[in-house]
């Protein structure tokens, strides 16, 4: 594996970053066909470290791939200074070769900004932004995460003149009845699973016998719950489909029946047009979104939240069949723009999460570790049980190597009593703990430029067509890894996007609403904003 040339690649990019949004959308389209190439080249480079799987740094020898100069150099390196190497903070070693310190800074610089944290590691509390409500069987993270969304399609809802919103793979319902409880936003909500579209239409009724029962509630927030409940709908999104024939029928099972939620290719049941969302949306579910998008008048925006870039469909397809990416043709026409299953399971990486083990040095670093070791005892046993995707504990950083083997040899369909276990080969490789920890950190820096490259594909993809576009850092990143929202309308986006840093009802943190502790908020979302001129898990 080569070193990167540090010229053209990192100046290129950080000409490119440092360039003002309002440039031309020429500019900016060529900018964004450059990044993409650069990242491909970047990735071609390193695309035998991009698609190494860590469980088999032991079998497959993957230290001695690594170029012979950084070897010693990321051998005695300790986990802070990885972390440094992944932020650019805290400085790396006294003697990091140049080529290593070249390829981190292009890597780096090529990715979307994420928007850093400058608050504090821990989770977010319970929202005070929300209703308390609207709070139940929510987990802090999702509440962080509709607070934020919805505020964005609220802002949408207002541009664009359309009180009426479509989300796509709804799950429980959360994020849609925020929109109709809290934002008082008329929302059908789409899921394929008929057992959670029970559970979310129980939800709501819950909630309007709470909601009649309430009165003067402590600290409850200024904005009054609206009793307009969402509509649940059970049905599978075919993205072959025009949207007049969004959801054809399921076979029959729990849930109501799948219908239209337009109403027919016009729009709503009411002739408008209506803005689509999905949160985290799964797979080939965010192209497909996107796709109806760009086809369908019916749809005048769309906010999304991309998810599991594994399951995206890549390469040649059946016919009838789409292609999740790449989406682009500019992005296609790169040599060297395909992306392994691997190198898309890295892109779904949670770099700051990695980032804050390694500063901390925790000990959930060495999972890493025993389940390379493991893999190498579960091969010599039997060769044809390789990556069988065993998971013997979330806790394994609490057990002993040999309590860990014990949990995780039966599930391969090993006895524990027949593989040494306490060999001398075993504790060689257990002590090589800080090499495996470093060729981890070496795949978390290139899955952000991954990530960047399948989003960027999107926003090409949008942009061919004349759609106004923009990727926005959302979520703090520390909580929701997947954090960059791909806003597009048919429409200018400048008032959905101006001042969206800097509005007091989206920037402030969430709070504890037990405890009314602050958490320092996340740095101001930077935009990148792609002014066109207009173009003509619901899985």
Same mark, same amino acid.
């Given at each position: 594996m080569p070193g990167v040339p540090a010229g053209p690649v990192t100046s290129r990019v950080l000409g490119g970053a440092a360039m003002a949004p309002q440039s031309p959308p020429h500019e900016q389209h060529s900018r964004e066909q450059r990044r993409a190439a650069d990242i491909i080249r970047l990735l071609v480079l390193y695309r035998p470290l991009l698609d190494a799987f860590v469980i088999d740094f032991f079998t497959e020898g993957l230290w001695a791939q690594l170029p012979p100069a950084w070897q010693p150099a990321l051998a005695s390196a300790s986990p802070a200074q990885l972390a440094g190497l992944l932020g650019a903070r805290g400085g790396p070693g006294a %003697?990091?070769?140049? +080529?290593?310190?070249?390829?981190?800074?292009?890597?780096?610089?090529?990715?979307?900004?994420?928007?850093?944290?400058? *608050? @504090?590691? &821990? /989770? /977010?509390?319970? +929202? @005070?932004? #929300?209703? /308390? !409500?609207?709070? &139940?069987?929510?987990?802090?993270?999702?509440?962080?995460?509709i607070q934020r969304l919805g505020k964005l399609l609220r802002r949408l809802s207002r541009a664009t003149g359309c009180e009426r919103v479509v989300d796509i793979g709804a799950g429980q319902g959360h994020l849609s009845r925020f929109l109709a409880f809290g934002l008082g936003l008329s929302v059908t909500a789409v899921e394929s699973d008929g057992r959670l579209v029970g559970l979310a239409e129980r939800f709501d009724q819950e909630l309007l016998r709470e909601l009649g029962k309430t009165r003067g509630h402590e600290r409850l927030p200024p904005r009054p719950l609206t009793p307009r409940a969402p509509q649940h709908v059970a049905g599978r999104l075919d993205p072959a489909a025009p949207w007049g024939e969004l959801l054809p029928p399921d076979p029959p099972g729990p849930g109501p029946a799948a219908r239209n939620p337009l109403g027919g290719p016009g729009g709503s049941e009411d002739g408008g047009q209506v803005l689509v969302t999905g949160l985290h949306a799964c797979g080939d579910l965010s192209p497909a979104l996107l796709s109806h998008f760009a086809r +369908?008048?019916?749809?005048?925006?769309?906010? #999304?939240? *991309?998810c599991c870039y594994m399951k995206l469909s890549a390469g040649p397809q059946p016919p009838g069949c789409p292609t999740g990416y790449p989406l682009s043709t500019s992005v296609a026409a790169l040599p060297g723009h395909q992306l392994s299953y691997r190198a898309r399971e890295a892109a779904c990486h949670a770099l700051e999460e990695f980032q804050g083990r390694l500063r901390g040095g925790s000990p959930q670093l060495r999972a890493h570790c025993?389940?390379? $070791? #493991?893999e190498s005892l579960i091969c010599a046993a039997d060769p044809a049980k390789r990556h069988l995707g065993l998971q013997p504990g979330r806790k394994a950083h609490t057990l002993s190597f040999s309590?860990?083997?014990?949990?995780? !040899?039966? #599930?391969?369909?090993?006895?524990? %009593? *027949? $593989? /040494?276990?306490d060999s001398g080969a075993v504790g060689a490789m257990l002590e090589q703990q800080h090499k495996v920890v470093a060729f981890c950190t070496l795949g978390q820096l290139l899955a952000p430029a991954v990530e960047t490259l399948i989003l960027l594909d999107r926003l090409l993809y949008l942009r061919e067509q004349g759609f106004h576009c923009a990727l926005v850092p959302l979520f703090n990143p520390r909580f929701s890894p997947r954090n960059l929202v791909l806003v597009a309308a048919r429409t200018p986006l400048d008032t959905v996007l101006a001042g969206l840093d800097k509005d007091s009802e989206d920037s402030s943190e969430d709070t504890d609403s037990s405890e009314d502790e602050d958490l320092e908020e996340a740095e101001s979302p930077r935009v990148r904003q792609s002014p066109h001129s207009p173009g003509h898990r619901a899985q």
């Open positions: %003697a990091w070769p140049l +080529s290593l310190l070249a390829f981190a800074a292009a890597a780096r610089a090529l990715a979307f900004p994420r928007g850093c944290p400058a *608050g @504090s590691p &821990r /989770p /977010p509390c319970q +929202s @005070s932004r #929300l209703h /308390p !409500l609207l709070r &139940r069987h929510v987990k802090p993270k999702k509440q962080h995460e +369908s008048p019916a749809v005048a925006a769309v906010a #999304l939240v *991309g025993y389940r390379a $070791v #493991l309590q860990y083997a014990q949990l995780g !040899l039966p #599930l391969a369909g090993l006895d524990p %009593a *027949g $593989v /040494p276990l």
